[in-house]
């Protein structure tokens, strides 16, 4: 299967959204990467079942981490897994549509490690663009009750 080939097919099966923070790819000046669930630093492979859709700023903090501390508990836990889990069972967006919650371990865990609201620089720019999308009445996407792939 060719490289092309193959990112259509992960672009396509996450309905073209950050497989992360939903952030839709049409928003983004550059397409969105493809991401490694298991880091091929820690042995993951180019299989379609360990590949994500990521937009730069969650590919960037996610770097190689597979896991992170959850900050109710202090206990480590597992970042959030596109291909194993569905979104809306550890996410959930603030009634204004413009912050990501993490509801469990996995989804803090996530929120944190991958800055999912900017509260790592109080730079905020996610959300003033968050804001913009739910301006236009296409944010937070409708796909996010869907169930896992």
Known sequence: MSDKKLRNQVRERANFLCEYCHSPEE??????EIDHIRPR????????DNLA???QRC?????????????????????????????NS????????LKIIGTTPIGRVTCRRLDFNDE???????VQ?????VQGGWH?????SRQKN
């Open 27 to 32: 928003a983004s000046a550059a397409l969105f």
């Open 41 to 48: 630093s820690l042995g993951g492979d180019d299989s379609l």
């Open 53 to 55: 859709l990521a937009c």
């Open 59 to 87: 590919n960037r903090y996610r770097y190689n981490f597979v896991t992170g501390v959850d900050p109710q508990t202090n206990r480590i836990a597992q970042i959030f897994n596109p291909r194993t889990s569905v979104w």
């Open 90 to 97: 550890h996410f959930i967006w603030t009634s204004d549509g």
């Open 120 to 126: 790592k620089h109080n730079e905020g720019f996610i």
């Open 129 to 133: 663009a968050r804001r913009l999308w």
């Open 140 to 144: 937070p996407p409708k796909s996010d």
